[in-house]
């Protein structure tokens, strides 16, 4: 099969952001300016003007600090619109190729406020291509070269886990470090090898807290690498995706500089963050924008494209204790209302489950136990008639309960000692 990027091409109305040699040019000239009246043998009058070497400081200091800004963010930006095609060939403005495809290593987009996105196309070297539109064009733009979530795995430089750390509100290690500095001072005059060890671990946990990470987005889940340490997230055990502030509670939209949280079906939550940078096209928090963005299309594309025989595969019970078991399958429900888990986890899924007689026992009990936090009664008749039909009976005591609408801890009871061992000999061989 073809990659994405040679199936079609797209095409829409962008402003292609370039750097503004003018305003860098003059921003430079004033620095020299400054440099060449403080340069020896110059007079330090000019006509009226006395001291002119005190005054010099200002335009020199402006060329050396603005300067360097810059160049490095690119913060005026020069735009020109023009229309760009993405294709097989690459990127094309105007009918002109301005970055083949074999030059092309990775692309994201960062989405900002006003609905537009700011489009950034890495290329091998120092080569690549960035540019406004939106958001429907961009990902357009990107599904056509193949840097969709279907067809490439994103990479996006990452906060070193430790700062993502956190004692109440306040990040755990900036909090850490002046604890110690006064750990060290008070025991100064009483054990002599404590002070040697907070003024050692001091700089130790800065420097470890500023180590970024590497974060891989995936069309099968998250991975985080961390100073040779790796950390798989697979969707299959992701109930959502949200943005949280930084140090604060879950929320939504993002806001600036917080954190990208994956609520785990067993309650757990896995916080991964970008490493920001101002940007003055896509505003402050535009990594973590980008980050967050990423994975909930990859972890919606991978619900989309999951087949219903895994999402109901969840609900039997394993190795798992009742009361784990039974939270995992409402954050499961939980996630329903579009996408693969809203159709898999339907009424009518959860009845074909809960009635076929191949299935393990402890999958059937919890396609009834999602049933329980379906809304409406429609669904206890059929339930009742299935309870009718099994032979099994612990798995019969689940269904009638169920059904007839026992209150929660009276059917969470018949869970206990329920297992897959007297699973049909079919069910076992499809195992």
Known sequence: MSPPHEARSREGHVEILTRNWILLGFVLAVGLTGAVLLAPGVPHTIGPFHDVEVF???PLLWGVIIGPVLVSRNSFPKRTPCTLRADADGLSLDGVLALPRARIEDGYLQPAVDGRCVVRVRGRGARGM?????????TAILDALGLGVAG??????????LALWYVGPLPLFPTLLPVLFVAALLFAGFV???PQIAL????????LSRIPSRIEVGADGVLRSWLGLRRFIPFRDVASVAGRARGGPITRPLRD???VVLLKLDGRRVALGARNRFDAEAQQGADDAALLHRVQEAFEAFRARGSPADATAMLARGSRGVGEWVAQIRALCATQGTGYRGSALSQERLLRVVEDPAA???????AAVALAQAPGEGWRGELRRAADACANPRVRVVLETVAKGAPEEQWIHTLEGLDDASASP?????S
């Open 360 to 366: 393990e026992p402890s999958l059937r009990a919890g």
């Open 200 to 207: 050692l671990a001091i700089p130790m946990l800065w420097i």
């Open 192 to 194: 002599n090898i404590v």
């Open 152 to 161: 490439h795995t994103a990479r996006v430089s990452g906060l070193s886990p």
């Open 426 to 430: 079919r069910a076992r061989a499809s």
């Open 56 to 58: 010099a400081w200002l």
């Open 130 to 138: 960035t540019f406004v539109t939106g958001r429907d064009t961009a």
């Open 257 to 259: 500089r917080e954190d």
